[in-house]
């Protein structure tokens, strides 16, 4: 499942969130907890690094945790 979420700063900055939640197969375990992460890609003052975005949250959810990746300004 994906999900995505607008994020306002209080310095008028935009942002938003992708989130990447797994289903839990009810053959295996419904009520099964699993971790989270919360990508952040670097990159610069002008630009982010997609390559350390998706590609970290794509193996992170082969591992069995729900993964988000933040997209946020970076020029004024």
């Known amino acids: 499942m ?6 306002i700063g209080i310095d008028g ?3 938003s ?3 990447y939640v ?3 197969d009810e053959d295996v375990d419904l009520h099964r907890r699993r971790p989270a992460i919360v990508v952040i890609p670097g990159g610069g003052y002008t630009m ?3 390559h350390e ?3 970290i ?3 992170m959810i082969g591992f069995g945790y729900h993964a988000f990746i933040l997209h ?5």
């Open 2 to 7: 994906k999900c995505e979420q607008d994020l």
């Open 13 to 15: 900055s935009h942002g």
């Open 57 to 59: 949250a794509w193996k």
């Open 22 to 24: 797994l289903d839990n």
């Open 72 to 76: 946020y300004s970076v020029a004024p």
């Open 48 to 50: 982010r690094a997609f």
């Open 17 to 19: 969130m992708t989130g």
């Open 53 to 55: 975005a998706y590609p």
